[in-house]
Structure formats: C-alpha cells, structure tokens
C-alpha cells in the first residue's frame, strides 16, 4: 500500500525531475520496508470472519511502536515532493544562461561518441576536491555528477551512463596523482572530467609544479584510452581575492589544455560571466564560505558542461569529426 502511494506520487510528477527521486528515497527505503513487514492485515468485514484472524493482528495494529501507516506514507511522499521541486524548479527564480562571450569548446570526445553510436555502456568519472564531492550542496542527488548523470541520461536515455564521483574535499594534484591509479585508470572510464587548481591557489602552490603534474596526469589517462576535459578554479571570493595566482592558474590549465589535445571547461570565467555580464550576486551561486557553490550554482554548471558534452558528440555522430586539437571559440 505504502509502494503504491509512492509510485502514484512519483508518477504524478514532471518526468525530467524523476530521475533524482530514486537517489532521495534509497536512504530511507530499508526503514520503510521493515515498517511495512510489519503493518496489520486488513481486518474481517464479518463477525465470523473475525474469529479466524490471530490475535497476533490485534497486538500489531496496536503496537504504539509503529508510526500510523498515514504518517509513514504522507512523509515519503511529502520527501519525493520536495526533492522532484527542487530537481525541476532549481532555475525557476534565476535561469541558467550560457554565458555572452563565448567559452572554448570541448573539441571531439571520440570515446565517449564511439561507445553511444555503438549503445555500449559509457563511464564518466568526475576527478577532483570539494566541488567535485559536492560540498555546498544539500543533498546528494544536487551534486554536480549528479546532476550531470541526469541530464545525459535525459539525452540519451537508451543508453547505458554511469558518472562516478571521485571527489575528495581538500585535495589537489599531488593528492590526485596519488590516486590516480585506483580511482581513475584502473576503473577503465571513457571520460574523465578532472576539476584541479582551486587548492593550489588557496595553498600558493608553485604552479609549475602543478602544471608538471597536470601533464604527467592527463598523459597517463589519455594514455589508457580515455577522453579528458579540465576544469579550472571557480570564480568565487576566496578564490578571486588571490587574483593573481587565480589568473595564473586558469592561463596554465588552458596551456596545458592546448599541448596535450584535450577540452577545458572554462568553469572560472563562466562564474564570472554570472556576476558581471548577468548581474548574479555572489551569494546566489556561492554559499556563505565564500568557495563552494550552492544548489543553484552547481545545476548550472553541469547544465552548461552537459550541453558541451552533448555537442561534441553530437558532432561526431552527425559526422562532423573535429579533431581534439580543434578548439574553436563559441557560445556554450
């Protein structure tokens, strides 16, 4: 009865914010199965009938430590409510515009192209810190992955895609390479969207020590077969009071972008774009820590870097192979 309401709720709402109800509800599924194991059975409409029901019933229906079915079932669906509103009505009040001046393009992701034209399944790892974890978000179905997974399951939804996050608070290059192993090459991916640099200009890490590991990592992916796209610093107080540093590290990652072939999502002048050119306060795409972004600013992100990704496979699959060195400006 409890399945049936919640299927009937789920069913109720837009489809495109579906996708996220499963991950809301897997934390409180086993709770809800045991509370259903124990729920009573329907009682008698007969007198008669009555004297073959155990009495084992009775204590059950009784029983002051079961929440009242009502309350069970109107909780869920209330929690499936306010998650598919938050999924679907993120850019009600603020919409997610690409940004005015243009960003570089991603190129051809061949990978990740090849394996959909064949209806292989496709794995996409998102390697980095915090932003990556999702940090700033308040819940994790909201998560930049997340949300990424969502929209290219909505694009291409015969198609078998897993985002794996591989985030982890705190880290930059030399902690990634440490890992780069296990959490990215021995997993096999098709993509590997790397967000790096953000620490290092917090932490006035020497950038041509980043710069050297950057390299050293996007040749051992691309080494193993995988399509990459970097992802630079986001524009956001903490980050831009070291302007400088920031300045430096977002000119180094498109430098090294352009030796090794591979796409960059241009993440700190899209932010920038937000603030200046759509006059976005801060606030609304940063949380109060002056670093992470918000529900609101991480959508936005993986809405802009799917639509990239959309693209360029796109090209591929409509014929028009561009070569991965051909990065091109255009409006995202």
Same mark, same amino acid.
């Given at each position: 009865m409890l399945a049936g309401a919640l299927l009937a709720a789920v069913a109720m709402l837009p489809?495109?914010?579906?996708?996220?109800?499963?991950?809301?509800?897997?934390?409180?599924?086993?709770?809800?199965?045991?509370?259903?194991?124990? @729920? =009573?059975?329907?009682?008698?409409?007969?007198?008669? !009938?009555?004297?073959? +029901?155990?009495?084992?019933?009775? /204590? $059950?229906?009784?029983?002051?430590? @079961? =929440?009242?079915?009502?309350?069970?079932?109107?909780? !869920?669906?209330?929690? +499936?409510?306010?998650?598919?509103? /938050? $999924?679907?009505d993120i850019f009600s009040r603020v919409p997610c515009m690409p940004p005015k001046s243009g960003a570089q393009s991603l190129g051809s992701l061949p990978h990740v192209a090849n394996k959909l034209i064949a209806g292989q399944p496709v794995v996409i790892i998102a390697f980095g810190s915090s932003s990556t974890q999702g940090y700033g978000s308040t819940a994790p179905e909201f998560t930049y992955p997340n949300r990424l997974a969502a929209q290219l399951k909505r694009q291409y939804p015969g198609a078998n895609i897993t985002v794996v996050n591989a985030g982890v608070g705190g880290e930059d290059a030399p902690e990634m390479m440490k890992r780069l192993q296990t959490s990215v090459i021995d997993v096999h991916p098709d993509l590997v969207i790397w967000q790096v640099g953000t620490n290092a200009v917090l932490r006035n890490l020497d950038p041509a020590d980043t710069q050297k590991l950057v390299e050293d990592g996007v040749a051992r992916i691309q080494g193993s077969g995988s399509d990459v796209v970097l992802v630079d610093p986001q524009y956001s107080p903490r980050v831009y009071e070291r302007a400088e540093s920031a300045n430096k590290m977002v000119r180094m990652l498109n430098r090294v972008a352009s030796v090794r072939h591979v796409g960059i999502f241009p993440r700190f002048q899209v932010m920038r774009e937000w603030h200046e050119n759509q006059s976005l306060p801060v606030d609304s795409f940063v949380i109060a820590d002056g670093l992470h972004m918000n529900d609101w600013g991480y959508a936005c992100f993986a809405q802009l870097l799917g639509d990239d990704i959309i693209k360029s496979v796109g090209q591929i699959k409509l014929g028009v192979n561009v070569p991965a060195e051909v990065r091109t400006y255009r409006p995202m």
């Open positions: 489809a495109h914010a579906q996708v996220t109800v499963h991950a809301a509800l897997s934390a409180t599924a086993p709770t809800q199965a045991a509370q259903t194991q124990a @729920l =009573p059975q329907p009682q008698p409409s007969s007198p008669a !009938a009555a004297s073959q +029901v155990p009495a084992s019933t009775d /204590s $059950a229906t009784n029983d002051p430590s @079961l =929440p009242p079915l009502k309350t069970l079932t109107a909780k !869920a669906i209330d929690k +499936v409510k306010q998650v598919a509103k /938050s $999924a679907s």
